[in-house]
């Protein structure tokens, strides 16, 4: 273990008034080091929590607080036999070099075009798709015309939705009732695109009678490539306060196969983290102030010892 570690097993206890006496604390440190992939912060807490429910509180950490709350032997040895699966990764195309990043209006019509482009394509991609009427073709007397356009703003008033969408061409603001065929109003999300079928036009009001979200179809190709999975993560954001500790601690003793579907996890071979892996220090005005850990270089190593507990298959 580092001294980092082994620094934090002691911050813990003390930071709730507990000591750890010397031999609970070898005992920890043994275990945490013989068995790396163990949830550390659970049994740490596992640990706080019955020393607090205590009806006669001590303010001592004994090793049979510690044995009674670490897992048995046999338990930490039954390990998962994961399967063998050797996967050949291919960078298809690496967008490094094309990634510009465009600022102001310019930058905002660019990004809206092109998030429009690719999910009308993806709503086009099916058989059953009618053409669509785009916002600056419609007029007053339009009925029975089918229109997509991302979601703008949405509002619920009683029994009714109010959806303001819009498309390269304009804004059109949609109103269609709540037990609508197919719309939940929970469900529609800023920036979703939606395909709104209209059935009358008032005042340059559009009433529809029927709101769906594209589906990405099903393609049912057969394959003899093995069956894995890839876990996604983003924003963790290690080092600020609101970083959900408890949470991802949570998911690394899942990964571990300490709970929930082990046939998924005996499949999962990738892990991947998309941005914002740590908070950072700088960033924006009073940031300091949301942090939990100041030092950047120390965020990196928070960061690396739970990344260091997921399994070695995953990669």
């Known amino acids: 273990m580092s001294i980092e570690e082994i620094e934090k097993i002691v911050y813990e206890f003390t ?17 945490f080091t013989e068995y790396r992939e163990i949830n550390k912060g659970e049994i740490i807490n596992k640990i706080i929590k019955r020393k607090m429910a205590e009806s006669i509180q001590s303010t001592f950490v004994t090793i049979k607080d510690v044995e009674d709350i670490l897992p048995k032997k046999e338990e930490l040895e039954d390990k998962i036999e994961y399967e063998d699966i050797k996967v050949d990764i291919e960078v298809i ?57 991302l979601v703008k703003e949405k509002k619920v008033v009683k029994d009714k939705v109010i959806l303001e969408v819009e498309d390269p061409t304009g804004v059109l603001k949609i109103v269609s009732k709540q037990d609508n065929q197919n719309l939940t109003p929970i469900e529609v999300l800023p920036d979703q695109l939606v395909i709104a079928e209209i059935s009358s036009i008032k005042e340059g009001i559009a009433y529809s009678t029927r709101i769906e979200f ?83 270089r120390k965020q990196y190593i928070l960061a690396a010892q739970y990344i260091e507990q997921i399994p070695k298959h995953i990669q």
């Open 93 to 149: 195309r690496d967008p490094g070099n094309e990634i510009k990043i465009l600022e102001g209006i310019e930058g905002f019509k660019n990004y809206f075009l092109n998030r429009y482009l690719k999910l009308l394509k993806i709503a086009n991609s099916r058989p059953s798709q009618k053409s669509f009427t785009t916002i600056d073709k419609i007029t007053n007397n339009g009925k029975d015309v089918r229109v997509a356009g």
């Open 214 to 296: 594209p589906e990405i179809p099903d393609k049912g190709f057969q394959s003899r490539a093995p069956e894995i999975y890839a876990l996604l993560l983003s924003d963790l954001h290690i080092g600020s306060k609101s970083f959900q500790k408890e949470t991802f601690e949570h998911l690394l003793h899942w990964l571990q196969g300490y709970h929930g579907d082990k046939e998924i996890i005996k499949k999962l071979k990738y892990v991947i983290i998309a941005g914002d892996l740590v908070d950072g220090v700088g960033i924006y005005p009073n940031q300091e102030k949301e942090l939990e850990e100041t030092d950047i």
């Open 15 to 31: 930071r709730k008034g507990f000591q750890i006496e010397p031999d609970a604390f070898r005992k920890l440190v043994e275990i």
